[in-house]
């Protein structure tokens, strides 16, 4: 008897090591599973149509529910970033209406940081490198006919670097060694790859048609973006390649705009924004197949709901 009450007590000690773990990651207060099924957390700009009110950064799980303001800041905030420990974001800051700036604060909602001083610029789309330590993102010259250009810079807004390529929207690599973008050196807008110092630029799309916000897969197998494959820029659509640019295929086929796209964590989805109606957009999720498109969030009048990012794992 005494034995096999041993046996049970070792049972129960190992169930509680494996099944909890040893090493637990922290949940957080919206964590749910990254299954492929509609799990996962998004944050996304919540963003007032009318009225004196800042555009404001919310988070929410993947089915739509448990959805909360995840920063109440004075100035406002949109085209944001985790980072790779989902401690921290990164974010448009709209300080003026001649000058973005590139903030960070923690996920908490607290510590609002700005990064990026110079005035006159647009500083936009910041994302996050890999291992945390840098951000790469898009200065805007509205002066210059909207000019744009990729800088890098530390996490903590040191050692700000414009690396000699004139492109938008950059995205790291999941391994860290190149940048993706999008560029218009040519005729419309193309998405290009280079390495983090500008060398080693390298044309994937060469279209008649615009492409726009590509991104890699987390295995760097796949490249999701969006196109107006009509010229219309009312009628965006979502498309997906390898990520050497063969094998496109369009995700998306209406007559509203899809854009905006985004992985999730373990690469089964996408999110993105709609246009629904007239100047509101709302939050989407589709399998990286294109089926199974289902609607994440439903804003209140006046409101519209843009630029969805998963929260990473960790």
Known sequence: ?????????????????IGFGCDKKPTGPDRVPL????????????????????????????????????????IGLNHHDWSPDARQLAAV???????????????????????????????????????????V?????????????????????????????EGFAAKWSPDGTRLIYQSSM???????????????????????????????????TQI???AYPTGDYDTSEIFIMNADGTNRRQLTDNTVSDGYPRFS?????????????AQKWEVFVLNVDGTDVRRVTNSPLGITAINAVWRPEY
Not at 1 to 17: A, C, S, V
Not at 195 to 209: A, P, W
Not at 266 to 274: I, M, N, Y
Request: aromatic letters at 12%; one cysteine or more; proline letters at 4%.
């Open 35 to 74: 299954d492929g099924r509609g799990g996962g957390v998004i944050a996304y700009c919540y963003q007032p149509l009318t009225g004196n009110f800042n555009h404001q950064i919310y988070i929410m799980n993947a089915d739509g529910s448990g959805n909360q303001k995840l920063i109440d800041a004075d």
């Open 224 to 226: 999701a973006f969006n």
């Open 186 to 220: 040519g005729a419309g807008s193309d998405i290009y790859t280079c390495h983090t110092d500008g060398s080693d630029m390298q044309q994937l799309t060469d279209t008649v048609i615009d492409e726009w916000f590509p991104i890699w897969s987390p295995d760097m």
């Open 93 to 135: 800051g709209y300080v003026n209406q001649s000058t973005w700036s590139i903030y960070v604060f923690d996920a908490e909602g607290t510590n609002l940081t700005r990064l990026t001083t110079t005035t006159n610029v647009n500083d936009s789309e910041p994302h996050w490198s890999p291992d945390g330590t840098q951000i």
């Open 137 to 165: 993102f898009t200065r805007i010259y509205p002066n210059q006919n909207d000019r744009t250009e990729i800088w890098i810079m530390n996490a903590n807004g040191s050692s700000q670097a414009y690396i000699g390529v």
């Open 265 to 277: 964590p373990d690469g089964l989805l996408l999110a993105f924004t709609r246009s629904v109606s």
């Open 1 to 17: 008897m005494q034995r096999e009450m041993d046996k049970y007590f070792i049972g129960l000690i190992l169930f509680t090591l």
